[in-house]
């Protein structure tokens, strides 16, 4: 024990205040240590994402791990036994094939903007009685959200990924106007005249016009945009068009030299 504090500087108070809260109260001796860094991860909304941690060989075959957030518990495993927070349900691990490698990292799922905070990582030591806990890692998650550019041809799909089960509604402002509509909503009856259907987590508006065109946002409970899609509506351009086209602009360059091409 007194190896691993001279290693980490740290030591740990435990305080028992009137009001029956715990609090831990955490001293860190002067001193720089390297485990005072802050490490910065960044995450897509509704993919998994991977907080780093490691710790050195000195774990025993069943470590004790828990991840935190200043406000909630996250993830707690020791051999077999885990705890996820309530906020972590079924998405938190720190798988254990990998913890008695000394891999602590924490496997976060489905990741959702309330994640975004910094996260700390403890090996917990010790006998039953007096156990401490070792600052492993600080991590700071970012979660932003999806952002797309999209041109579809008249006539043809526009697809619009969802991302993850967070999805409540997709919103829509056309190009001209400054409204916005609700195209689909999460268990309501879509009804669009057969323009608009769910497949696999994705949106699919078929037979698109000109009016398709704007922006789509995809929003969680909270009205926050999981991602953000603008759509432009192309017209079919046929091959003979084109080589019209090729030789107008052709014709518009050369103008300006006197070229004649007929
Ligand atoms: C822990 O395991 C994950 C998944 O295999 C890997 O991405 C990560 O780099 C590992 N971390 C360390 C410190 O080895
Ligand atoms: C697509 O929309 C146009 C204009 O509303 C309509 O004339 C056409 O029949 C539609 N095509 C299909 C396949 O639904
Ligand atoms: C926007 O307005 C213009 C002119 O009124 C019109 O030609 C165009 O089709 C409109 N675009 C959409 C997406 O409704």
């Not at 829509?172 to 409204?179: C, G, L």
Request: net charge neutral; glycine share 4%; with cysteine.
């Amino acid at each position: 024990m007194t190896k691993i504090r001279q290693l980490y500087f740290l030591a740990f108070l435990r305080l028992i205040l009137k009001s029956n809260n715990v609090y831990l109260i955490k001293l860190v001796s002067i001193g720089s240590s390297p485990l005072s860094v802050v490490v910065h991860t960044l995450s897509r909304v509704g993919l998994p994402a991977v907080l780093p941690c490691s710790v050195a060989s000195h774990l025993d075959h069943r470590p004790h791990i828990q991840w935190q957030t200043i406000r909630d518990s996250v993830f707690e495993r020791m051999g077999q036994e885990q705890f996820q927070g309530e906020a972590y349900r079924d998405r938190a691990d720190v798988p254990e094939e990998l913890l008695v490698r000394g891999n602590c990292s924490l496997f976060l799922q489905d990741v959702r903007f309330s994640d975004t905070g910094i996260y700390e990582s403890y090996l917990v030591v010790g006998e039953s009685s007096i156990k401490n806990r070792i600052l492993i890692q600080s991590v700071h998650l970012a979660v932003i959200d999806h952002k797309d550019i999209k041109s579809v041809q008249t006539g043809a799909e526009l697809i619009l990924d969802l991302h993850t089960h967070q999805a409540e509604q997709v919103i829509f402002q056309n190009s001209n106007e400054t409204d916005w509509t609700v195209l689909w909503e999460k268990d309501a009856v879509i009804n669009k005249k057969g323009y608009l259907e769910k497949r696999d987590n994705k949106l699919i508006l078929s037979n698109v016009t000109a009016r398709s065109a704007g922006t789509y946002k995809v929003l969680d409970s909270e009205g926050l945009a999981l991602s953000t899609v603008k759509a432009t509506v192309t017209e079919p351009v046929l091959p003979k068009e084109t080589e019209t086209l090729q030789i107008q602009s052709a014709l518009g360059k050369l103008k300006t030299n006197s070229v004649i091409v007929t």
